[in-house]
């Protein structure tokens, strides 16, 4: 089997965030000028704290939380120890009469069993006591850490006080752009990082997201066995929050994990000679977690039912229909995450997309289910009706046996039914609403295009978008299900996962290791059917699927307009604008003008509200004319919607955004230019400058607006961004041979037949539902590429219409071979999947 063999390496100049000389900077200090925050060791959990006491809005609500949560787990343990064994149910039930002197009535103590029988039956159960001797461990250990944290985040408390000059009183009314802005200034005087004299941007979010973006980019790869095909759900995506936790246990910072702090690989990850010691070495260890999790999996599961059933149940009581809400999964928010893309940026995307997620998913309804659901609405409400009228007569009628229960389940009925039956002013049009979706969560797969009105569309989106009621069953399932895949699935992954961690980690000067996808680097990780095409080297192994390098890039850069990218980087936004300038003039200069009625639709000028934008760029007809994909023509209708969405990001520029931010908020004061707290930002889509986060002001609610509203308009250029790069790559896919990234194959046995015709690569399905209808395409001789074992996996050349295919045989995650080797296809795998508890050191962000 051949890999693809390339040693752990130094970050090279076009990655380093350094200045030209300040490679192997160390910065020295007097010893008598040195503050309290002068060279931190561990930069990764200093930011981290950093951001985590940001994310909960200062020291005191961080505290109570704490507080909070470890007063919860002594009374889960406590109250249910209490209902199992001093509890007299039969007196509860009226099973049992109970004799009174002074009175017939019974009284809840009644049913309280004394306290030396309690104590008594609680010491002569041993299940009990092995429960309450583990909770207690597990208590004692969240305490110490508890103790732990307070004094590292009393320290936290004084940097933002002293360093950052910002008290905890108003540390809710500052963005995170803000505190970071800061916290790059006082660089310069406190040195905390000694290594350079500087920080950027991307030095602070590659710390507090080392982590998190190799699990991003292994989930982007396809290496985490987290997709399985099961004889009777049929395609299933199983990725829980426990899982998750095994993951990181085994990679990170568990013992024996591939790193040796929080910043460095160790070394013998670093070389491939001894890859399959390694992967031997890994194997056992995860075989060891797996029979520890099965061996502890009767605790872990008692306690998972405990805290459901007191989490939701009071929940579902109040609310019935809560549990058929959606919520993002797991995964899903692995696979729509950007690399270097924050918890709060994460969350505050999807949940704009979470409206109209929901429409889209609540217009198919099964009509037969529709019927069926009112017809038992309608019985159980008649007979509900029947028993609200009998009680409002006589409320004795409540003490007749299951009346009450008979009128509780019959109103959650009467919900769940409700929750099947379609709303009748509602409008189908699945498409618009897939478009819409699109603008929030950045990413999404080719063959969902045009097929938004199918089944099979519909429940691939809700793999990542599914049922509260499915995210808890598989969290109650987890404990369980767990330890099979560690033994069983993760272990067979064991090279490949040794290769992936040697061949995407770069040490970057100032940072230590990270994942060199997380560089953000269309050179080394472009795709070229993303607007990468001939700027970029990298293989079909080293490419990130989906355009992730790309979009991640344009995100970032948009979110961190300080951020000076790197020269590829520089060069691939300079080439965007550009070509986003051009193609909104021909948009104006011809389609507006052969179109009359269209023109409307370009009062996106006039009116740069960000929901404007974003409403009229998606309710004009490119995105009607999207819907007749098949029709003559279809490309000029692609060449419209891309003329749309430059228009629209043209629309975005500095002065319009700024006199609209002038005319429309007059409450919001713009601060100077020169303010020291501003943060002033160059926008995407042109030249000048546009604020994009700025100091609290005299007022911290104006403040706090205006930073709202650039914000907002951020996050409108990243939506019609990401718009007009799906737009691109669909009209470059139209001449390629497409390769479907959804359902992407098992790499332990997964490959393309290098060899076939070109009349069967033209009928080459995207996935095992939707055929792949491509026009025909010129197949052009494979590009020589520089560097030994590189191998360019497809360019184009939109502008001229040209394309160049290359089809390379996939082989496991170890690599892409080299030779020219044939394989089978075989049948393609879907996938899916909250933000969750971190490991112990690495505190949860919010």
Known sequence: MAHFDTEYQRLEASY?????????????????????????????????????????????????????????????????????????????????????????????????????????????????????????????????????????????RSFYINALKISMADLPYFTWQEVQARIVEIQKEHQICIHKKELSELDIYHRILRFKNYMVAMVNKSLLPVRFRLPVLGDTVFYTRGLKYNFELIFFWGPGSLFENEWSLKSEYKRGGNRLELADRLSSRILWIGIANLLLCPVILIWQILYAFFSYTEVIKREPGSLGARCWSLYGRFYLRHFNELDHELMSRLSKGYKASSKYMNCFMSPLLTVVAKNVAFFAGSILAVLIALTIYDEDVLAVEHVLSSITLLGVC????????PDKH????????????????????????????????????????????????????????????????????????????????????????????????????????????????ASIYQQAEDGKTELSLMHFAITNPHWQPPRESTHFISLLKEKVHRDAAVGQQGIIAENAGFTSTHSLHNDSEPRSLIANLLMGPPSLASLHLGREGSINHVSIGVSEGASALRSLSPVSTSLHLRGSYPSARLPRSDHPAVVAGRGMAGSGTDARTISSGSSAWEGQLTSMILSEYASTEMSIHALYMHEMHKQQSRGELSRHTWHRQESDESSESVNEDVEAARNFPRSSTFPCTTTSHQEGAAAQQSGSQRRQGGTSDPSSGSFRVQRTPRMAMGGWSEENQTSRHHDPVPEEGSEDELPPHIHKVT
């Open 16 to 156: 380093s965030d350094s200045p030209p000389g300040e490679e192997n900077l160390l910065v020295h200090v007097p010893e008598g000028s040195k503050s309290p925050w002068h060279h931190i060791e561990n930069l990764d959990l200093f930011f981290q704290r950093v951001y985590n006491l940001h994310q909960k809005n200062g020291f005191t609500c961080m505290l109570l939380g704490e507080i909070f949560e470890l007063v919860q787990l002594v009374f889960v343990v406590a109250f249910t120890v209490f209902l199992a064994n001093c509890v007299d149910y039969d007196i509860l039930f009226a099973n049992k009469f109970v004799n009174h002197t002074d009175s017939l009535k019974v009284t809840l103590p009644d049913a309280f069993l004394p306290v030396d029988v309690c104590s008594a039956r609680i010491r002569d159960s041993v299940p009990v006591i092995f429960i309450l001797v583990i909770s207690g461990v597990f208590w004692l250990h969240r305490l110490v850490k508890f103790i732990y944290n307070i004094c590292c985040y009393w320290e936290i």
């Open 414 to 421: 009467i919900t769940v039914c409700r929750s099947f039956i």
């Open 426 to 537: 509602m409008v189908f049009c699945p498409e618009q609403l897939l478009k819409v979706i699109l603008a929030h969560i950045h990413y999404m797969p080719d063959h969902w295009q045009g097929n938004a009105h199918r089944y099979e569309t519909r429940d691939e989106f809700a793999q990542l978008f599914q049922y509260k009621a499915v995210f808890i069953l598989e969290e109650l399932l987890s404990p369980v299900i767990t330890p099979f895949i560690l033994i069983f699935c993760l272990r067979r992954k064991s090279l490949e996962i040794i290769d992936f961690f040697r061949n995407f980690t770069v040490d970057v000067v100032g940072v230590g290791d990270t994942c060199s996808f997380a560089q953000m680097d269309v050179r080394q990780h472009g795709h070229p059917a993303w607007m990468s095409a001939g700027k970029t080297e």
